[in-house]
């Protein structure tokens, strides 16, 4: 690799040069780049003339107006993105990795975005744009993948950019349609994971729910699982029966969706660990070892919860609310509702009704916060608007409790 710069400190604006004569990357830093207007160059981006904004740039020709930019974090990236591209790439054809770059820019991927993804998957500046790249984009498009959510996908494992449109991508779309039956839950697998288009399928994911049919798990079950959680679905299949089996004794049952939602909640080793630290976590607020398992029956995520939000949601609703702890595991939904955007504003409300009076002061968390949004604020808000102005004001966090009561 050819690395020219200045000086060590001159990582202002950096520069990443396809040098056809040598069909090799060459990379420098350029100590001016920075320092000239933005109007200088009708097709630079706005940022290449800000210093707090490094530039890795692709050209043939430093000279070059017509080129792309990829936004670098800071010196170190470019160090790290230009070592690991020299080592992978030569260029025979500068340009078409030119094209690659204004194809992902074109398709919503931002600067930072087309930066991870080279760093990631060097040799995808080989790539055909036209022949290769943009049918596999225009594939996901097609099925309903926003630009966003593929931008975001891809960054993430760009590996999904490497393999077949014909061999690998439609046959796996195929067999997920098949079940799936809908590419808007297709594209919520997606999502959640692009391996689900990159793993042999004959493995793991058809036996797995092969087994769940043999148990007689709804389709609408099986589909919840592979939509929402396929990996969940995509592990081993003696795991993923040992799982299953786990939660068969546990006494879920099959036939309804906290099956399938209790086997994502305890499958792999991050969310067995959560579990775990769940229960510790409620252990300390009293609930006994068979309330933790009646409240995990009853809504299985709640056993996968981060520790801060079952301590923030325990504390408004013992000390604030004055709701009995217990009360809490016989209704464990209630812990992942939003405490800014759901539990405060309802109880606030609750709380004004009850010191006037107008509604009973042991009202059930079920009562309160379970409703959607319409039937909450018909039945406590709306109705009292002319007995308390500021009911609606309390709600939405404008007007404190004690200004009113």
């Known amino acids: 690799m050819d690395r020219r710069s200045s000086s060590p400190t001159c990582f202002e604006s950096l520069i990443f040069i396809a040098d056809p004569s040598h069909s090799v990357l060459h990379f420098t830093a350029d100590p001016h780049l920075h320092?000239?207007?933005?109007?200088?160059?009708?097709?630079?981006?706005?940022?290449?003339?800000?210093?707090?904004?490094?530039?890795?740039?692709?050209?043939?020709?430093?000279?070059?107006?017509?080129?792309?930019?990829?936004?670098?974090?800071?010196?170190?990236?470019?160090?790290?993105?230009?070592?690991?591209?020299?080592?992978?790439?030569?260029?025979?054809?500068?340009?078409?990795?030119?094209?690659?770059?204004?194809?992902?820019?074109?398709?919503?991927?931002?600067?930072?975005?087309?930066?991870?993804?080279?760093?990631?998957?060097?040799?995808?500046?080989?790539?055909?744009?036209?022949?290769?790249?943009?049918?596999?984009?225009?594939?996901?498009?097609?099925?309903?993948?926003?630009?966003?959510?593929?931008?975001?996908?891809?960054?993430?494992?760009?590996?999904?950019?490497?393999?077949?449109?014909?061999?690998?991508?439609?046959?796996?779309?195929?067999?997920?349609?098949?079940?799936?039956?809908?590419?808007?839950?297709?594209?919520?697998?997606?999502?959640?994971?692009?391996?689900?288009?990159?793993?042999?399928?004959?493995?793991?994911?058809?036996?797995?729910?092969?087994?769940?049919?043999?148990?007689?798990?709804?389709?609408?079950?099986?589909?919840?699982?592979l939509s929402h959680f396929p990996e969940a679905l995509m592990q081993k299949h003696d795991n993923f029966g040992y799982i299953v089996n786990e939660v068969k004794e546990m006494g879920f049952d099959p036939m309804k969706s906290t099956f399938v939602l209790a086997i994502h909640a305890i499958s792999g080793k991050g969310n067995k660990s959560i579990w775990e630290r769940c229960y510790e976590v409620y252990r300390r607020w009293g609930w006994s070892k068979d309330e933790i398992l009646l409240a995990f029956r009853k809504h299985p995520h709640c056993m996968i919860l981060s520790e801060k939000k079952i301590m923030r949601a325990m504390d408004f609703f013992v000390n604030k609310m004055g709701w009995p702890s217990k009360m809490i595991a016989k209704c464990p939904v209630v812990l992942l509702f939003s405490l800014e955007r759901r539990i405060v504003p309802r109880c606030s409300v609750i709380q004004v009704l009850s010191l006037k009076g107008l509604v009973k002061k042991d009202m059930s968390l079920t009562t309160v916060l379970l409703p959607v949004e319409e039937s909450f604020l018909e039945r406590f808000v709306t109705r009292f608007q002319e007995e308390i102005p500021q009911l609606m004001s309390v709600y939405q966090g404008k007007v404190y409790l004690e200004s009113i009561i």
């Open 35 to 225: 320092r000239r207007s933005s109007s200088s160059s009708p097709t630079s981006p706005s940022h290449a003339a800000d210093p707090s904004c490094p530039v890795l740039h692709l050209t043939a020709d430093p000279s070059s107006t017509g080129t792309a930019f990829i936004e670098l974090k800071s010196a170190a990236d470019f160090v790290e993105t230009a070592s690991l591209v020299s080592q992978k790439v030569h260029l025979q054809n500068p340009e078409k990795a030119n094209s690659v770059l204004a194809l992902l820019r074109n398709h919503g991927f931002s600067q930072t975005q087309i930066s991870n993804l080279i760093r990631k998957r060097p040799l995808l500046l080989l790539a055909d744009p036209e022949n290769t790249l943009l049918p596999k984009l225009e594939f996901f498009h097609s099925i309903g993948a926003s630009s966003t959510d593929l931008a975001r996908v891809l960054t993430a494992d760009p590996t999904l950019l490497t393999r077949s449109l014909e061999n690998q991508i439609v046959p796996c779309y195929n067999f997920l349609k098949s079940v799936l039956s809908s590419d808007k839950k297709i594209v919520t697998a997606l999502k959640r994971t692009s391996w689900i288009f990159l793993e042999d399928h004959t493995k793991n994911l058809i036996p797995n729910i092969a087994f769940l049919r043999e148990l007689g798990v709804p389709e609408s079950c099986i589909v919840l699982l």
